[in-house]
């Protein structure tokens, strides 16, 4: 089963800073990931994140290195769904090197919500939807903050 294994959050996140980036395309797959990472965030204690929709999934990295740059967290959200031409191998692979890159370079954590789907069930199965096994959102949001939280109590 996917998503078997995955780790319980539950950390107090107020006062942190949080920024989430979300793409449009696939408005109802996205909008059940964005209500998922809102909905995590709160139950930390972020209650008024910055939200900011880019227009796809490759505009991702350029907003979410902007955001790391003034929050503590970026979320980054988008979905692409595999079609009939290379275009998704090429989308899937540069955005999620991108916000690698930008963690690493910034120090500042960055949610992975990109749902690289074959087909809409997967997206839909994913995207915390009713109905749906997954919230990616809402995963992406917790790991992001439970970083920042980690980060936040070193030395």
């Not at 963690?103 to 994913?126: H, Y």
Request: charged letters at 20%; glycine letters at 10%; hydrophobic letters at 45%.
């Amino acid at each position: 089963m996917v998503g078997a294994g995955s780790p319980e959050f539950s950390v107090d996140a107020s006062g942190l800073s949080v920024a989430v980036v979300a793409a449009r395309w696939h408005e109802a797959f996205m909008d059940g990931l964005l209500d998922g990472a809102t909905r995590a965030l709160g139950e930390a204690g972020v209650n008024d994140p910055t939200v900011v929709r880019v227009p796809g999934s490759f505009e991702l990295p350029v907003a979410v290195a902007h955001l790391a740059r003034t929050h503590d967290a970026v979320v980054a959200l988008g979905v692409v769904i595999k079609g009939g031409t290379p275009h998704f191998h090429f989308v899937a692979d540069a955005v999620s090197q991108q916000l690698a890159r930008i963690a690493v370079d910034s120090g500042k954590p960055v949610g992975f919500g990109l749902l690289t789907c074959d087909n809409e069930a997967q997206a839909r199965d994913r995207s915390g939807l009713s109905g749906s096994h997954e919230s990616k959102g809402y995963e992406a949001a917790q790991a992001a903050i439970a970083t920042a939280v980690a980060l936040r109590d070193l030395p």
